[in-house]
């Protein structure tokens, strides 16, 4: 049954600062899961809140000229309203203000300190309020903490500590006993660096005389809690530890998302407290990497703090949550730009599914009776489609294991593109000419109908919103009878549903001219782009004949994978050999209207005599040839 059951928390999130894209990809990722789990019928809790005590707030407050609580009641209030409008489905919004996260502090710090794990004693340090937590000297660059890069306070104060040392063979056992406890590998071995160092006990107490702003501490009313043993109990109180229903429920299967800041207090202080107060450690620690503006790291100072709600409104909530976790390798840094952004809406949304859905929409109704056609099995013998459905089925499920989201994103988008494929393979608008193909017509119409039904479940997760206008438009008024299951069996879409022409779902963003240098800037720089070669004069380039060529015909060269053999129409027939066959079907070839340097000198491949060449460029899905946006004459010269 541990598989049936979901429970995913992100960071609490301090409250000294409003919400950025930072906090947005976390709680977004989080929830992309959690609904995920809910479509596949998972029993899922998913956990948000704010992280409110500490110097860091205090700090904040006194600049406000406010107490603690009221700053932190106006930015919690903030994150609160923010997730709704992200389309965020937590199940519990927790503060680490409540009274039962309160109680549950302290009774998790009676515990562990009659167990004699806590013991009192002098520190010295160096402490970072913007980490709330001390750095060991040679853990500190030129004095100042790697993080934040100022410089922290020397503290020395008698304290309460934890025993954390004493847990650390413990820690090192369980971590490579559990490969996947702590996930992506990368962030595992560094946490295991970590314990490689001695590990010292960890001070858990401010003294009143400094800090008021915490929890007391149960056993010394002259001391605070220090604010990470507050915040990480959170993931206990938010299923109601301890005796909870929802505990003995979620807790076995818990898994906590964060970024790579705060590696240290979930990977090393959370497990070994965990362990000093009598509980199961958590299932898996989930570490993603930073968003960073424009290559360099979001802050205040710089003025490049990134607002989700911004770009929510000026491109849309779908689009939004599509692009974050489109372009983050789940683990790996990324750097967010607006113009990349903008680029993955005009291709990605506006082009490959939005046009899919309204092509396929309108041919529907055009060619039908405005309702799901009943599809005839012996009038579509080819498997093209449910195969490609299962495949993708089966790689999304995969990657949401594995947390690769930006994979399970290319897998839905080869789904896509494979319909795409499939209207141009089968041109509906020919078959609709002639009564004779009325059976053949309706099936092919009601399979790409399926697809955008299985599209649309699967991309649920990502996009709720477009999804249910997908299903709307299917008529499918209840997007929630959409589950996974649904998906296993090809055929789910009910036959003689109305349908319903929408309205664009993603409207393409134009770009202007000025802007379209960065733009170019942006993805160029994401892919290293090759150095540009040394200039040439005009009169040599125009001693190069570019011209439009149709393909008339195309077949594989025997014994390579790549070549395809092409005959072209220019001036008159001729052949060029192209290296496009792992990213082209001869098939798809034939039709095209390509470039073609035509006054190239021929060249044999394989044994065959090639006149000209095709150009093409490189993709992150593989070669793509060069097209046009206009129909242009045959043999036209290219300027
Ligand atoms: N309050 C602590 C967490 C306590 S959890 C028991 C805290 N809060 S925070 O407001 O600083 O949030 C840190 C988290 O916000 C990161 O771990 C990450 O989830 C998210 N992000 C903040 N900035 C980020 C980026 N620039 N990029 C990606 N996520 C980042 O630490």
Same mark, same amino acid.
């Given at each position: 049954?541990?598989d ?6 992100t960071p609490i999130y301090?409250v000294n600062?409003? =919400?950025?894209i930072?906090h947005?990809?976390?709680?977004i ?13 998972? *029993?899922?809790f ?11 707030i205090?700090?904040a407050?006194?600049?406000g000229?406010?107490?603690?609580k $009221? ?5 919690s209030?903030?994150?609160r ?26 009774g998790?710090l ?8 806590? &013991?009192?004693?002098? +520190?010295?340090g ?18 100042k ?6 410089v =922290?306070?020397?503290? #020395? ?7 954390m040392g004493?847990?650390q ?13 702590i ?8 946490a ?5 160092e ?13 800090l008021?702003w915490g929890?007391d501490?149960?056993?010394? $009313? ?5 604010v990470?043993f507050?915040a990480?109990? @959170? ?6 530890y301890?005796?909870?229903?929802n505990?003995?429920?979620f807790?076995?299967? /818990? ?17 070994t407290?965990?362990k000093?107060?009598g ?5 898996h620690?989930?570490v ?5 503006v ?6 205040k %100072? ?5 607002k ?9 909530l779908?689009?939004?949550?599509y ?12 750097s967010?730009s607006?113009?990349?952004?903008v ?7 506006? @082009?490959?599914l939005g046009n899919l859905?309204s ?7 055009k +060619? ?16 093209a489609l ?12 995969s990657?949401f ?18 319909? @795409? *494929?499939?209207?141009?393979?089968k ?5 609709a ?12 119409? &009601?399979?790409?109908?399926? /697809? ?7 991309i ?5 919103g477009?999804?249910? *206008?997908?299903?709307?438009q299917?008529g499918? /008024?209840?997007?929630a009878?959409?589950t996974?299951e649904t ?7 009910p036959?003689? %549903? ?6 664009t779902?993603?409207p393409?963003?134009e ?7 960065p733009?170019?800037?942006a993805?160029a ?12 004069? &005009?009169?040599?380039f125009? #001693? ?5 060529a149709?393909v ?8 390579? %994978?790549?070549?395809?053999?092409l ?5 008159g ?14 098939e798809?070839m ?10 190239? #000198? ?7 005599? %090639? ?6 460029t490189?993709?992150?899905e ?5 097209g ?12």
């Amino acid at each position: 049954m541990k598989d049936r059951i979901f429970y995913i928390t992100t960071p609490i999130y301090y409250v000294n600062a409003s =919400p950025h894209i930072g906090h947005a990809y976390t709680t977004i990722v989080a929830d992309v899961l959690a609904r995920y789990h809910r479509l596949r019928g998972d *029993k899922t809790f998913f956990l948000t809140g704010t992280d409110e005590h500490g110097d860091k707030i205090a700090e904040a407050a006194k600049k406000g000229g406010v107490t603690p609580k $009221e700053y932190a009641d106006g930015i919690s209030a903030q994150f609160r309203s923010l997730w709704p409008e992200l389309a965020v489905t937590n199940d519990r919004f927790i503060r680490t203000t409540d009274a039962d996260h309160v109680a549950t502090v302290r009774g998790i710090l009676q515990k562990v300190y009659d167990s004699g794990d806590i &013991y009192f004693g002098e +520190y010295e340090g160096f402490y970072c309020v913007g980490c709330e937590r001390f750095y060991m000297e040679k853990e500190l660059l030129d004095g100042k903490c790697p993080q934040h890069e100022t410089v =922290p306070e020397h503290r #020395k104060e008698s304290n309460y500590f934890f025993r954390m040392g004493k847990y650390q063979e413990w820690l090192i056992n369980h971590i490579e006993t559990h490969p996947d406890f702590i996930r992506p590998e990368r962030y595992k071995n560094e946490a295991l660096a970590f314990l490689r160092e001695p590990l010292e006990d960890l001070c858990i107490s401010r003294p009143k005389s400094r800090l008021t702003w915490g929890i007391d501490l149960p056993f010394d $009313e002259n001391y605070v809690t220090y604010v990470w043993f507050d915040a990480l109990i @959170n993931y206990l109180t938010g299923v109601g530890y301890p005796e909870g229903e929802n505990f003995g429920t979620f807790w076995p299967v /818990a898994q906590h998302l964060i970024a790579k800041d705060i590696l240290k207090p979930h990977g090393i202080y959370w497990p070994t407290m965990l362990k000093a107060a009598g509980i199961e450690p958590y299932q898996h620690l989930n570490v993603h990497g930073y968003w960073n503006v424009d290559q360099s790291k979001m802050s205040k %100072s710089l003025g490049n703090v990134v607002k989700p709600l911004d770009l929510k409104d000026k491109y849309g909530l779908d689009p939004f949550r599509y692009f974050l976790l489109r372009d983050m390798v789940f683990g790996l840094d990324s750097s967010f730009s607006e113009e990349a952004f903008v680029q993955r809406i005009n291709s990605d949304l506006a @082009n490959d599914l939005g046009n899919l859905v309204s092509r396929t929409m309108q041919m529907a109704i055009k +060619y039908g009776d405005g309702r799901v056609p009943t599809p005839d099995a012996a009038a579509f013998a080819e498997q093209a489609l449910p195969e490609a459905a299962a495949r993708a089925l089966a790689e999304v499920e995969s990657c949401f294991t594995t947390l690769a989201l930006h994979k399970a994103l290319i897998a839905i988008w080869e789904f896509i593109n494979v319909t @795409n *494929k499939t209207i141009v393979e089968k041109e509906p608008w020919v078959l609709a000419k002639d009564p004779a193909n009325k059976e053949r017509l309706a099936t092919i119409l &009601y399979h790409l109908l399926e /697809a955008l039904r299985v599209t649309a479940v699967l991309i649920t997760p990502f996009m709720p919103g477009s999804a249910a *206008k997908i299903l709307a438009q299917l008529g499918i /008024a209840d997007p929630a009878g959409q589950t996974f299951e649904t998906l296993r069996a090809w055929g789910g879409l009910p036959a003689g %549903s109305a349908l319903t022409k929408g309205e664009t779902l993603f409207p393409r963003v134009e770009v202007k001219k000025e802007e379209d240098k960065p733009a170019a800037a942006a993805v160029a720089a994401k892919a290293e782009v090759p150095a540009i070669k040394p200039e040439i004069a &005009y009169e040599d380039f125009q #001693k190069i004949d570019l011209r439009v060529a149709k393909v008339l015909a195309a077949e594989r060269v025997p014994k390579s %994978s790549k070549l395809l053999k092409l005959s072209v129409e220019i001036d008159g027939e001729r052949t060029v050999v192209a290296g496009m066959g792992k990213d082209y079907t001869p098939e798809e070839m034939v039709g095209k209207q390509i470039v073609v340097v035509a006054n190239l #000198k021929p060249a044999k491949l394989m044994g065959v005599e %090639s006149r000209g060449m095709l150009l093409a460029t490189d993709t992150e899905e593989g070669l793509t040839l060069l097209g046009f946006d206009k129909p242009p004459k045959t043999g036209a010269n290219i300027h």
